[in-house]
T-cell receptor, first 109, second 114 residues
Framework: EDQVTQSPEALRLQEGESSSLNCSYT??????LFWYRQDPGKGPEFLFT???AGEEKEKERLKATLTKKESFLHITAPKPEDSATYLC??????????FGKGITLSVRP | SQTIHQWPATLVQPVGSPLSLECTVE??????LYWYRQAAGRGLQLLFY??????ISSEVPQNLSASRPQDRQFILSSKKLLLSDSGFYLC?????????????FGSGTRLTVV
């Protein structure tokens, strides 16, 4: 059974204080690892897809990396508008998307 | 471009009442469709998925059912709601075959059973 574990559960940062969010996974035949952003009361919004170990993707202050066992979402110089819940998910040989519980990020001005 | 619509945004229903949530996708054909429920502290739980009209797979036995009467329409139903059915319900779609392209989510329905 595919599993995704995200840590920490919650993270509070000062504006400009860089940090990383962790996503550990076990999956049979990884087809993709996904990062989503979710604002309160809204559906998850797609951020990145990573397909193989060593791959990296960037978007503004966010950078996602992937190894064979985990993925990191690095946030550089965050701003208050980066506050949200960040979800990690994997899809494997069964073609189903399995989500972690998410990391709630709060960025104080 | 593809869009996904989900309604209503919020719903308050008494225990024992029926439920019908609707989701439609535009701009693509033969999508895979999904219903998820999100409860606080428990993450996203897959309830149902469909790879075609009339084809429904249930992931979790429960008080809910799903139907796909048209290619781009997905409906979540219940005959009698329970308090435990409260939660945030999300519809999503992906390309058929799901070669690792991920899902696109609707805006969600907040259901409160009272």
């Amino acid at each position: 059974e595919d599993q995704v574990t995200q840590s920490p559960e919650a993270l509070r940062l000062q504006e400009g204080e860089s940090s990383s969010l962790n996503c550990s996974y076990t999956v049979s035949g990884l087809r993709g690892l996904f990062w989503y952003r979710q604002d309160p009361g809204k559906g998850p919004e797609f951020l990145f897809t990573l397909y193989s170990a060593g791959e990296e993707k960037e978007k503004e202050r966010l950078k996602a990396t992937l190894t064979k066992k985990e993925s990191f979402l690095h946030i550089t110089a965050p701003k208050p508008e980066d506050s949200a819940t960040y979800l990690c998910a994997v899809t494997g040989a069964n073609s189903k998307l399995t989500f972690g519980k998410g990391i709630t990020l709060s960025v104080r001005p | 471009s593809q869009t996904i619509h989900q309604w209503p945004a919020t719903l308050v229903q008494p225990v024992g009442s029926p439920l019908s949530l609707e989701c439609t996708v535009e701009g693509t054909s033969n999508p895979n469709l999904y219903w998820y429920r999100q409860a606080a502290g428990r993450g996203l739980q897959l309830l149902f998925y469909s790879v075609g009209i009339g084809q429904i797979s249930s992931e979790v036995p429960q008080n809910l059912s799903a139907s796909r009467p048209q290619d781009r329409q997905f409906i979540l139903s219940s005959k009698k709601l329970l308090l435990s059915d409260s939660g945030f319900y999300l519809c999503a779609w992906s390309y058929s075959g799901n070669t690792g392209t991920g899902y696109t989510f609707g805006s969600g329905t907040r259901l409160t059973v009272v």
